[in-house]
């Protein structure tokens, strides 16, 4: 008999973390029949949609007011569809506030429902006391990061890691490819694991974990490439020749004048922050000409919007120095070339550290918004490269320093040490591809 998955996304972050984990889960028991609140991502992995998670996305706290007697409705026929249909399991994935609610409905009408929670919130980071909730509906609990393994742990609860589709996209698949085309030319099946793609084994608590890991041996594949190429990269060092390591344009030598402006995926994030880094990116220009700029354009917004904003700011003048740029792996491309990125902190950050970029994180909000969450944050840093090493590999200016003269100058610092090729800009890239060796060390463990 199939099984009968149920999947809840509330954003579009969600909807492309829950078609990674489905790919995976498609690796165990293909013939599994997946539904879901979800969008296109979650389509194109072969999911039949439900609902479209629009219809979830509710941003601001006077929005989700005005939407919630709408909200709780759906979420009260939304558990009803799922006790009346019996799905085998429900995969809630991020979204809290609307999740951990729904999680509560359905332990409570249906007690032996199994509910795995895929991304739960960064309660490390505020709101510890949410692991009870957590722990009280949830049978399997999935985490993004390695750390976050020993976190739970500590409080009690057990969950997994089974990878990152940050680090799967952005290191893994390069790493793979190289592997494929420097060693395995005459059979690139090496990656494949006949022994999970064949047979129906059920996917319950006892062999998620390590079923899903043993797929993690072409990974591993990957990671001893990746400790050759660093070997092969001290050996030219030592030699003084040009270091290209592991896939990264690290080195001055490979990287070309573009720096990167990553004001946010949310208009309210554009009309915020882009006018502050526009005009921090204009005076960077008239020190060093031969600057372009590139900005990605985040799925949620138009190009067009966009343009027009820019047409507001002090880059309004230097449009033909500017590239918008689109889609996953072009986006990947080229900010991997990018020797120097402003950005706020988020995910993309991350996605930046993997790339090897060096970036001055930014961010501000209003003063009334900073003193709660200052009350509520308990971490020490924002941008997520830095949580992860437990050090500054990104300078932040957060709040108060968000501003044009301390921006520009540590902007300039870099980009002259890289213009120079100074040995500091190299040093600078090497301390951020640590945050790669996270990922590595836990997948050599797994």
């Not at 200052?374 to 020490?380: A, E, G, S």
């Not at 044009?404 to 980009?415: F, G, K, P, S, V």
Request: with cysteine.
């Amino acid at each position: 008999m199939k099984k009968r998955m149920f999947i809840v996304t509330g954003e579009l972050s969600g909807d492309k973390l829950a078609a990674w984990y489905l790919e995976k889960i498609k690796l165990l028991q293909p013939d599994t029949e997946i539904h879901a609140v979800g969008g296109d991502a979650l389509v194109s992995a072969g999911a039949q949609i439900y609902e479209r998670f629009e219809k979830l996305n509710v941003v601001g706290i006077v929005e989700i007011i005005k939407h919630l007697p709408h909200i709780l409705k759906f979420m009260r026929k939304l558990g009803q569809h799922i006790i009346d249909t019996g799905y085998d399991e429900v995969v809630l994935v991020d979204f809290p506030g609307f999740n951990i609610r729904l999680g509560q409905w359905l332990k409570k009408r249906r007690p032996s429902l199994k509910i795995t929670y895929l991304c739960p919130p960064q309660m490390w980071c505020w709101g510890a006391w949410r692991v009870k909730k957590i722990k009280a509906i949830s049978d399997n609990v999935i985490v993004l990061y390695p750390f976050e393994v020993e976190w739970y742990k500590q409080r009690g609860l057990s969950v997994k890691w089974i990878g990152n589709p940050v680090y799967d996209r952005l290191v893994l698949q390069q790493d793979q490819d190289r592997v494929v085309s420097d060693f395995c030319s005459n059979d690139a099946t090496n990656f494949c694991h006949p022994e999970l793609v064949s047979g129906s084994q059920p996917l319950d608590n006892a062999n998620l974990n390590h079923a899903i890991l043993k797929q993690v041996q072409d990974d591993k594949m990957a990671v001893d490439t990746y400790d050759a190429l660093q070997q092969d990269d001290e050996r030219k060092s030592a030699r003084g020749e040009c270091v290209r390591s592991t896939c990264i344009e690290q080195s001055p030598e490979w990287r070309r004048t573009w720096v990167a402006i990553i004001a946010g995926s949310r208009h309210s994030e554009i009309k915020t922050l882009l006018p502050l880094f526009a005009k921090v990116a204009a005076s960077l220009f008239h020190q060093f000409p031969k600057i372009s700029f590139v900005i990605p354009l985040a799925e949620s917004m138009t190009e067009n919007f966009l343009r027009e904003e820019l047409k507001k700011t002090e880059l309004a003048n230097l449009l033909n120095r500017v590239e918008i740029i689109s889609g996953e792996d072009n986006k990947a491309k080229i900010l991997g070339q990018c020797c120097l990125c402003l950005s706020k902190p988020g995910t993309t950050t991350l996605e930046l550290a993997l790339l090897g970029v060096p970036t001055v994180v930014a961010f501000k909000v209003s003063g009334f918004s900073y003193f709660i969450g200052r009350m509520l944050v308990k971490v020490k840093f924002m941008a997520l490269p830095n949580l992860l090493l437990g050090e500054e590999v990104f300078p932040e200016f957060i709040q108060d320093k968000c501003i044009h003269d301390e921006l520009l100058q540590a902007m300039t610092q870099i980009y002259k040490d890289f213009d120079s090729q100074s040995d500091e800009y190299q040093k600078r890239v090497l301390r951020i591809n640590k945050i790669r060796n996270i990922f590595c060390d836990s997948i050599r463990k797994s």
